[in-house]
């Protein structure tokens, strides 16, 4: 071959077919080379695949020389390449979804050989006319070759993504069944998949259970909502979640200190749903530790959801005080043993923005300090000296007292805890701050400190 390009302007059939085979034929005796190069250029170009380790990568190494020798041979047969020349791909794709390649990974792997393969071609074509010329005539062959291989590969993948989601969603619902059935699994699929949601059956792992209900939205936004708990684990496990008749029951594994983590997130979660218009209602039990007492877990979970109002929300036990919960389980005979005079009160100050409630908040949270009380409600202390007086005058009760005190925080629980369309002031109580009605956070008297 001549080292500069020819000027000629045609090249008979037979001399573009022959320099067609020897580009071929040169390419053959260098498959191996090409190979290495290519998984070189995947590594570079596709994060996922750079992290992967060794075995990994020979496997794809293995898998892109067999593509070229099938590439080459359909190429050299001057035939279309036929689902029995790729068979071999089929079992490398199922391989690749049970790595947990993304299918855009894989396809873009796909791509970067096919650049490689071409760059290879073009490379030995030279810079002759006749050479150059064979090298066009491979260009369509070789999209059809790719668009055929990469077809039939993501076929292969989805199709064992789907067998591999059918079975997994089975063993989780057959174990999530065993564990409500105070059970623990001993072998087989359910056993793996205890262990793959951090769940061992021989540990005391501390974990709560979630249980879910769609209030607003389509039947199916329930398997939405499912798998948007599912991602809410705080470990390394995801989080094992499943749609069980007409609720979502989830078990999330924890460490130490991770359940408030976990309530933000399943909020959260709770959240997002709503701006796709599935609404949920989410309750969750208390830590307890071992699959043991999941049973007893999973039945605190459904009674708290009475807690919620009509529209949804989520009730965390871990974050709700015995004091609050008292409160919640009270019932109308509760409230009838409150004194009419703290009753009324309570109603006049809601209208006027809970000013006085606020200051029996904070005065209980500092434990009994007025000046510290002050403090928190940003007000002088003579103030909060006169609001005290003025509590005492109304209801009987001295706030120095103890029990009297008691009486006051019951009554204000029991408020806080009925529905809004009787308490239009209930989100305002806890704000309120001032006769000017500040915004400063003022905690209830039983709130963490």
């Known amino acids: 071959m001549s080292g500069g390009l020819s000027t000629g302007t045609h090249t008979d059939a037979d001399t573009v077919r022959t320099e067609r085979s020897r580009i071929l034929a040169e390419l053959l005796t260098i498959v191996d080379e090409l190979a290495e190069r290519a998984v ?15 075995g990994f990568l020979t496997d794809v190494r293995e898998q892109v020389g067999r593509h070229y020798r099938t590439k080459l ?46 760059e290879a071609v073009v490379e030995h074509a030279g810079r002759s006319y006749a050479g150059q010329e064979a090298a066009l005539t491979l260009a369509s062959p070789l999209m059809r070759y790719c668009d055929f291989a990469s077809t039939h590969a993501a076929n292969a993948y989805m199709e064992y993504q789907r ?12 174990l999530v069944e065993l564990l409500l059935a105070g059970e623990a699994p001993t072998r087989g699929p359910q056993l793996a998949t205890a262990h793959a949601h951090g769940l061992n059956p021989e540990s005391r792992t501390p974990l709560v ?8 939205g389509e039947a199916d936004a329930r398997h939405a909502a499912c ?66 007492e999941i049973p007893r877990a999973f039945q605190e979970a459904r009674a708290v959801l009475e807690f919620l ?38 109603a006049e100050d809601r209208m006027r923005g809970g000013v006085l409630t606020a200051t029996i ?19 002088h202390h ?6 005290l007086r003025r509590i005492q005058e109304r209801t009987g009760r001295n706030l120095r007292h103890f029990t009297d005190l008691v009486d006051l925080l019951v009554a204000i629980a029991l408020q806080d805890v009925l529905p809004p369309a009787t308490n239009s002031g209930r989100k305002r109580l806890v704000s309120a701050t001032n006769e000017e009605g500040g915004t400063a956070d003022v905690p209830s008297a039983h709130e963490s400190r």
């Open 40 to 54: 070189s250029v995947m590594r570079a170009e596709i994060p996922a695949y750079a992290e992967r380790g060794d």
């Open 73 to 118: 041979a359909v190429l050299l047969e001057e035939r279309t390449v036929t689902f029995e020349d790729i068979a071999f791909s089929r079992r490398a794709s199922m391989r690749r979804a049970q790595a947990g390649c993304t299918m855009a990974d894989y396809i873009n792997a796909f791509r970067v050989g096919q650049q490689v393969f071409w």
């Open 163 to 174: 067998y591999a989601a059918a079975e997994s969603v089975q063993a989780s619902r057959d």
């Open 209 to 216: 259970v979630v249980a879910a209900v769609l209030v607003g």
């Open 227 to 292: 798998a948007a708990i599912a991602r809410t684990g705080v470990g390394r496990h995801r989080t094992l979640a499943v749609v069980r008749q007409s609720e979502i029951v989830a078990v999330p594994a924890l460490g130490p200190g991770d359940v408030g983590e976990l309530c933000d997130r399943l909020q959260s979660v709770q959240r997002s749903l709503l701006e796709e218009d599935i609404v949920l209602a989410m309750g969750i039990s208390t830590v307890v530790e071992g699959t043991g």
């Open 309 to 346: 109002p009509e529209d949804g929300g989520v009730a965390a036990l871990p974050r709700i005080s015995p004091f609050e919960y008292m409160a919640l389980r009270a019932d109308d005979t509760a409230r009838h043993l409150v004194d009419p005079r703290v009753l009324d009160l309570l």
């Open 361 to 379: 908040r904070a005065f209980a949270a500092a434990d009994l300090n007025l000046r510290a009380a002050a403090e928190r409600l940003q007000i």
């Open 382 to 387: 003579n103030t909060a000296q006169y609001r």
